[in-house]
């Protein structure tokens, strides 16, 4: 096709938001891509070298560029919509997909400084974090940066840092047991849901690069059978998807698996050792009818 590898990506995206009834979440989105599209689990965890998975990362940028093109919305709450030219349009031809990557990146590159991910040369944008939302800066810069301070943490550090995140969740009596040889238990929580019933929760702490093996998931509910409600495995890095099938197999107690990217998002929604500022970007579309 030509152009950064993402581009593949505008029909798919456009297709996968109409087959969720018009809007879904990033998740759901990649779910149905890599199901119609055969993508196996290999391709959906290789990670960029700033720790993202590179799939996750294509298919943000493809939904990028749609927006900027205005086939879809902006993200609200994290969802993504399809606007009205996206509902009308049924699929974009390789030459068609590789065009619109050319008039929108061409405004990036006269419109932008050229140190910023979207004003990159094109054989090189794909490798760049995809920014967070229709911003056109690159203002996504801090999320790989907080995942490289996550690696960075020594692994006592990411469990009491993981400790503050289910407490600031509305986890209480959350400990860090700190033992070894506890099957992978690193620390335990309650978790009320009303005055009436609550939840004895214990968690692992993987603070990874690579992905979690059903294995691994299988041991950590073999050390928490009997002793608590839901497992939660918090991890910097993915999942395989036999170990997503395995936490929520029937008849066992479930685990919540929190991957790297869902890891971030959840520091986004607590702010926490984030300070949110707000900024404005330059929408170089409503510009276009006053040229001439």
Not at 201 to 222: N, P
Not at 252 to 275: C, N
Not at 276 to 284: G, H, V, W
């Amino acid at each position: 096709m030509g152009g950064p590898k993402f581009v593949r990506f505008f029909s798919p995206v456009i297709n996968a938001l109409k087959e969720l009834g018009g809007s879904g979440r990033p998740s759901e989105v990649r779910d149905v891509i890599a199901l119609r599209l055969n993508i196996f689990e290999q391709d959906r965890t290789d990670l960029l070298d700033g720790g993202a998975p590179r799939f996750n990362n294509e298919i943000a940028w493809a939904r990028f560029y749609l927006v900027k093109a205005g086939f879809v919305d902006s993200s609200r709450r994290g969802v993504w919509s399809l606007s009205d030219k996206g509902r009308a349009i049924e699929s974009f031809s390789d030459d068609e997909a590789l065009s619109l990557f050319k008039l929108v990146h061409s405004e990036f590159q006269s419109g932008r400084d050229a140190d910023t991910a979207v004003s990159q040369p094109e054989e090189t944008i794909g490798e760049a974090i995809a920014p967070n939302d229709t911003t056109v800066s690159d203002d996504s810069s801090y999320r790989r940066k907080l995942l490289e301070i996550l690696f960075s943490l020594p692994p006592s550090g990411f469990e009491r840092l993981c400790q503050r995140l289910l407490r600031e969740s509305g986890f209480e009596q959350v400990a860090v047991l700190g033992r070894t040889g506890d099957g992978g238990i690193d620390g335990q929580g309650i978790l009320q849901i009303n005055p009436f019933v609550s939840f004895k929760v214990l968690f692992q702490c993987k603070r990874y690069t690579g992905t979690v093996s059903v294995s691994q998931v299988r041991d950590f509910r073999g050390a928490m059978m009997g002793r608590a409600d839901k497992g939660i495995i918090l991890t910097t890095g993915t999942f395989t998807s036999d170990a997503q099938k395995e936490a929520v197999r029937d008849g066992v107690p479930p685990i919540e698996l929190v991957h790297g990217e869902k890891l971030l998002d959840m520091f986004e929604s607590l702010e926490l050792g984030l300070t949110p500022r707000t900024t404005y970007d330059i929408d170089l579309h409503f510009f276009q009818e006053f040229q001439s």
